[in-house]
């Protein structure tokens, strides 16, 4: 089955550090990839997306994700985290093939401490 | 814009009772979904509609139905709660289901 795998559920950071969340999903063939947000008590709100071209994405607030096609991973960045980052993230992923599904990791809930 | 709406924000039911959550869309989406999200598990997919006039399960179906109502409805009922569809329900709509999906505030449901 299609699944994505999130490495970390839990990561604290002091202000200024720099973050990266690992995402790796299992499907060989053409996929769509994406990061969503959620900040205590609020939906969840698209990060960035990756659909083809340039594997490095940029997307709101400073963050960035690269897609390795040969690591089949698409993984999250920061260079310098603030407070206001305290959130819980998803990687997802919709798989080519018949109705295009997404498919969430579990989720990365990051803390950052002032 | 109101983006995705969602109805209501907080619902406690005793275990048997049935209700129906209601979800709306503003941005004339074709494609809509519902999710549940319980801690450690991410986002499942209950239901979709792809487009209007069609609905399709997810992952995690059973115990609910749903209906397309028009192109910006999408609700989802529960015939029977039990204990275990505590958890908190979001909508979701894409312009299709290639595109990315925008999200609701979510339901958080308690059943007792």
């Known amino acids: 089955a299609q699944s994505v795998s999130q490495h970390n559920h839990h990561v604290i950071l002091s202000e200024a550090a720099s973050l990266e969340l690992g995402c790796n999903y299992s499907?060989?063939?053409?996929?769509?990839l994406f990061w969503y947000v959620q900040y205590p008590g609020q939906h969840l709100q698209l990060l960035l997306k990756y659909f083809s071209g340039d594997p490095l994405v940029k997307g709101i607030k400073g963050f960035e994700a690269e897609f390795i096609k040969s690591k089949f991973s698409f993984n999250l960045r920061k260079p310098s985290v603030q407070w206001s980052d305290t959130a819980e993230y998803f990687c997802?992923?919709?798989?080519?093939?018949?109705?295009?599904?997404?498919?969430f990791g579990a989720g990365t809930r990051l803390a950052v401490h002032p | 814009n109101a983006g995705v709406t969602q109805t209501p924000k907080f619902q406690v039911l005793k275990t048997g009772q049935s209700m129906t959550l209601q979800c709306a869309q503003d941005m004339n989406h074709n494609s809509m979904y519902w999710y549940r999200q319980d801690p450690g598990m991410g986002l499942r997919l209950i239901y979709y509609?792809?487009?209007?006039?069609?609905?399709d399960k997810g992952e995690v179906p059973n115990g609910y139905n749903v209906s397309r109502l028009n192109k910006r409805e999408f609700s989802l009922r529960l015939e029977s709660a039990a204990p275990s569809q505590t958890s908190v329900y979001f909508c979701a709509s894409s312009l299709n289901t290639d595109y990315e999906q925008y999200f609701g505030p979510g339901t958080r449901l308690t059943v007792t």
């Open positions: 499907y060989g063939g053409t996929v769509n």
């Open positions: 997802a992923v919709t798989f080519s093939g018949g109705y295009n599904k997404l498919i």
């Open positions: 509609s792809a487009s209007e006039g069609t609905t």
